[in-house]
């Protein structure tokens, strides 16, 4: 099968004055198998979204509950509060970079994160990255139902006075603790139905309630503690020497790993983006500040638990329950309502609906790739996925950041480098155009994610507690051992190779491309 790289400039898209490009009428190929409406440019009269559309998309997903208790992972991990928070805080301030590199392509052209993926991967190559996706947003989305799910059984069983905890037990939990689960999934799937236009509403509103919550939250534990304990005093086990550092590394990748997913979906939401410079600001007012100012607030209300109960209680759900008062623990049942649906369905299912609707267009639309991520998120057991500390931030954040970073290096690559911004819209959709390559497949983005991907995780293994007994699933000297010394850079390794290796594979067609005014082939 010869390649074929069409060349010359599109005949089929216009630019407005602000460079937003968008199809000629009738351009759109509808009747391709590629093709559907979900997938489909965004028009720029639709392209709404403001700087505070975004920075309260990220408030809401930022407060959440793994949000907040992230920094107690670190903190179990030997860190003390200072130095859970710099780590939170660089990772966010890193991951904001290729959020904002992919999240580019939004505004300009209004697609999606699958239809971007067809310019570096093939329109049947893209499927590779975008399932990838789809799986990690799968086991989010399980995961945060799952929490969401049991705090409400937390506060609904301190409401009863305890009647629920002794319920009869269906798996190892209280029957009760599993419908909170199953109608938790079931109000997060209702939402997602009233489509994207509905979800940006309940963002906006979502954002400020969720802020109110934390604060009165730390109200009320700095009321009780008359301080906030002894916790903010606390050394860290790790000091600043070799030790921190050997830890540090790790924990950094996981953090990133947090919004690895997002940093690749995020033109999924910058695609209704009215501008460049909505998309830009929101973006770098709602993330950093947004996970460093609730990490802080995690420490601080953490601190005052400690002083007030004698123990330093990081759940944030188990904190309230601690109240006697009725109207305080259904505030916090809304609010954790709330916090949850706002970050699970923007975070968690609009990724995986698009990319499911991208596997195929003709017979998955975005409301039936919901249903579907809303199925596996049951069916791959996210309890067992944050098991542990080691487990939740070194195995699946850290695994996850490394797959994903060697996508998001691909994606970079071709869009900033290869391709210089410019892309041709209705090819996106066209079998036969300039991103068909062989048969749907670019075999170089491809290699170069194989090759990203080993050297980012290949290396993964498992640490071992005082007894000598294994933490994690991988083998203590690494999956390929010699690859062991890069698996505390994950992230880092995938963006930086697989940029660097499509960017030399691609080379010959991105030169063809400028050079040539007709059809090549190689």
């Known amino acids: 099968m010869t390649e074929t790289v069409p060349t010359g400039p599109p005949i089929s898209q216009s630019a407005d004055a602000e460079g937003r490009i968008e199809l000629s009428p009738g351009a759109f190929p509808a009747s391709s198998p590629f093709a559907n409406e979900d997938l489909r440019p965004v028009p720029v009269s639709e392209r709404k979204w403001t700087t505070y559309n975004f920075a309260a998309l990220w408030i809401s997903m930022a407060h959440c509950i793994p949000s907040w208790t992230l920094a107690s992972g670190l903190v179990a991990l030997g860190m003390d509060w200072k130095q859970a928070v710099f780590t939170i805080a660089l990772a966010n301030i890193i991951v904001l970079l290729p959020m904002l590199a992919t999240g580019h392509a939004g505004p300009k052209y209004g697609i999606p994160f699958p239809v971007l993926a067809r310019a570096s991967f093939g329109l049947r190559g893209a499927n590779v990255p975008a ?73 906006n509103w979502a954002a400020p309630v969720v802020i109110v919550g934390a604060f009165v939250l730390l109200i009320w534990i700095a009321v009780k503690a008359d301080g906030f304990g002894a916790l903010l005093d606390q050394p860290s086990k790790l000091g600043w020497g070799p030790d921190f550092w050997t830890v540090f590394f790790p924990a950094l990748m996981g953090m990133i790993g947090f919004w690895a997913t997002l940093s690749l979906n995020i033109p999924d939401f910058t695609r209704f983006g009215a501008s460049q410079k909505a998309q830009t600001w929101g973006q770098s007012l709602g993330l950093p500040t947004t996970m460093t100012l609730f990490a802080i607030l995690a420490v601080l209300v953490t601190s005052g638990s400690e002083a007030v109960y004698g123990e330093a209680i990081w759940d944030p759900v188990a904190l309230a329950a601690k109240t006697d008062n009725a109207f305080g623990l259904l505030f916090a049942l809304f609010i954790v309502l709330i916090a949850t649906i706002s970050v699970n369905i923007a975070a968690n299912v609009v990724s995986p609906a698009y990319d499911l609707s991208n596997l195929a267009p003709k ?36 695994v996850v950041g490394g ?101 030399a594979l691609m080379a010959p067609l991105a030169r063809a491309e400028r050079e040539e005014p007709a059809d090549r082939g190689v």
């Open 403 to 503: 797959l994903l970073g060697t996508v998001a290096g691909i994606l970079i690559a071709d869009y900033w480098i290869v391709r210089r911004t410019v892309l041709h819209l209705a090819d996106l959709y066209t079998p036969g155009g300039r991103y068909w390559y062989t048969n749907g497949w670019n075999w170089r983005a491809v290699l170069a994610f194989v090759v990203g991907g080993v050297l980012a995780v290949g290396g993964s293994y498992s640490n071992v507690d005082a007894k000598g007994a294994k933490l994690g699933p991988f083998p203590t000297d690494g999956l390929i051992p010699f690859l062991k010394p890069l698996a505390d850079y994950g992230w880092a390794v995938g963006v930086a190779s697989s940029l660097i290796l499509y960017v």
């Open 363 to 398: 017979f998955i639309n975005f409301r039936t790739g919901a249903l579907i991520t809303g199925v596996i998120g049951i069916l791959i057991f996210p309890w067992k996925l944050i098991s542990t500390p080691e487990f939740y931030i070194f195995t699946w954040l850290g």
């Open 131 to 203: 399932l990838i996706r789809a799986a990690v947003a799968c086991g989010w989305f399980g995961i945060q139902t799952w929490i969401g799910g049991s705090g409400i059984f937390a506060l609904g069983s301190k409401l009863t006075g305890g009647e629920w905890e002794n319920a009869g037990k269906i798996a190892g939990n209280p029957w009760p603790l599993w419908l909170c689960f199953l109608l938790f999934w079931a109000v997060q799937i209702a939402i997602i139905y009233r489509g994207m236009d509905f979800l940006r509403r309940f963002e």
